[in-house]
């Protein structure tokens, strides 16, 4: 199993491109979610998906947008990029046990800076 | 606010002795309780979590004390060792309302040799 993958590991925009985050699991979790953990600080939770065609905003999920048409697939998109988007992205998943989601599983992270 | 709090930035310890890491809470409601350890360049992976229900768990060289009167949860490593060396998230949640994880800011741990 590769787990959580994630693409690209790093990238550079300029302000008010736009761009996808790639995220991939193979543990058939039915629960994936989107972090940003900015320098000296916690994850933030941005989007979070409960199942395949259902989504729903996290902490922080303005200039954000997210999709899920498969169960492996989690991609975050970012639309007009702004330097406060720099921040390190983690893509995670997790299963659902006995009516709790189970540990989190984390991918690499994409090291995304806007200048 | 910050519900999830580690205020201890960095801990340095030496090789063979206890690590302490601090947790402090402010939501009464979070009944689940977790630490994730950190390498630089890559994510986070769960290390060992406790329930509201319990004040001590414990896995090999890794123990969590929850204080729930206190809100207070702590992560003692013995003996430390030189891969202990990460950054060390500290989270919370209520998991029989919607099981979204809130995490500190994280301490830095040092093993010293």
């Known amino acids: 199993n590769a787990g959580v993958t994630q693409t690209p590991k790093f990238r550079i925009l300029k302000i008010g491109q736009s761009m996808t985050l790639q995220c991939t699991q193979d543990?058939?979790?039915?629960?994936m979610y989107w972090y940003r953990q900015d320098p000296g600080m916690g994850l933030k939770l941005i989007y979070y998906?409960?199942?395949?065609?259902?989504?729903d905003k996290g902490e922080v999920p303005n200039g954000y947008n997210v999709s899920r048409s498969t169960t492996e697939d989690f991609p975050l998109r970012l639309e007009l990029a702004a330097p406060s988007q720099t921040s390190v992205y983690f893509c995670?998943?997790?299963?659902?046990?006995?009516?709790?989601?189970?540990?989190?599983?984390f991918g690499p992270g994409t090291r995304l800076t806007v200048l | 606010d910050q519900q999830v709090k580690q205020n201890s930035p960095s801990l340095s310890v030496q090789e063979g002795r206890i690590s302490i890491l601090n947790c402090d809470y402010t939501?009464?409601?979070?009944?689940?309780f977790l630490w994730y350890k950190k390498y630089p360049a890559e994510g986070p992976t769960f290390l060992i979590s406790?329930?509201?229900?319990?004040d001590k768990n414990e896995d090999g060289r890794f123990t969590v004390f929850l204080n729930k009167s206190a809100k207070h949860l702590s992560l003692h490593i013995v003996p430390s060792q030189p891969g202990d060396s990460a950054v060390y998230f500290c989270?919370?949640?209520?998991?029989?309302?919607?099981?979204?994880?809130?995490f500190g800011k994280g301490t830095r741990l040092h093993i010293l040799p």
């Open positions: 995670a998943s997790s299963s659902w046990t006995a009516g709790y989601t189970d540990t989190q599983y």
């Open positions: 543990m058939n979790h039915n629960y």
């Open positions: 998906s409960v199942g395949a065609g259902i989504t």
């Open positions: 939501n009464s409601m979070f009944d689940y």
């Open positions: 406790i329930s509201s229900i319990k």
């Open positions: 989270a919370a949640s209520e998991r029989n309302r919607d099981d979204k994880i809130i």
